[in-house]
Every structure is written in C-alpha cells, then in structure tokens.
C-alpha cells in the first residue's frame, strides 16, 4: 500500500542543478532506509544516495560525493534529492525507494528496499 511519487526532473545543462523530491504515503517509516537509485539505457541500475529515516545518516555513491546531497522531512514524509554541477553521464530515470533500515552496509543494495517509485527523468545537456 506504500506508494511513491517522484516530482523535480527535467533538463538542465552541464553545471546545472536540480532537486528531486519523494513523497511517501501509505505507510509508517519508523527505522526505514529512503533511497534513490537511477537507470540510464543500456545501463544497469545504479544507487545514487540514500538516508536513514531514524538518524539522518547518509549514504553516496562515489560518483556523486560532493555534488548531491540527500535530504528528509519527517513532517512530510518526503526525500530529497539536491543535484548541483551535473554532468551528462548523470543523465538517467531517477527511481526513489523505501525499505527497512538494515545497517549501513545494507544501503546501497536494492534488495534492502521494498517498493519503489515510477522514476522521473534527469537529462543533462552537453
């Protein structure tokens, strides 16, 4: 019944920035992992980022360190994506999902989360 609406893709150019945002409903997200994950084509899918929702703890990617930056709003139930200095090689379906918290090495595995969102499109123009 846990349902996530992705909103804040576009196209942007090299250098730009974005912010992606996921909404959650349907549920309760006590001790739960929020992440996202993204696809290009001909790509495997790939972890981004991802948030404790109990802590705050985060979690990157290597290739984004530095230019991403994850976000909660417990009020809201909603993630956030902060996407500056974009590169073309971030161009990709953006994928938002939700799991239980199963430790820090468990985050970056898409087999931690249980649903997930209908992804919203990120292309960066060279």
């Known amino acids: 019944q846990v349902q996530l609406v992705e909103t804040g893709g576009g196209l942007v150019q090299t250098g730009g920035s974005l912010r992606l945002s996921c909404a959650a409903s349907?549920?309760?997200?006590?001790?739960?992992?929020m992440g996202w994950f993204r696809q290009a084509p001909g790509k495997e899918r790939q972890f981004v980022a991802a948030?404790?929702?109990?802590?705050?703890?985060?979690y990157y990617v290597d290739s984004v360190k530095g230019r991403f930056t994850i976000s909660r709003d417990n009020a809201k139930n909603t993630v956030y994506l902060q996407m500056n200095s974009l590169k073309p090689d971030d161009t990709a379906v953006y994928v938002c999902?939700?799991?239980?918290?199963?430790?820090?090495?468990?985050?970056?595995?898409?087999?931690?989360?249980?649903?997930w969102g209908q992804g919203t499109q990120v292309t960066v123009s060279s």
């Open positions: 349907g549920g309760t997200f006590t001790m739960y992992a």
């Open positions: 999902a939700v799991g239980r918290f199963l430790g820090d090495q468990a985050m970056g595995h898409s087999s931690t989360y249980n649903y």
């Open positions: 948030i404790g929702w109990a802590a705050g703890r985060t």
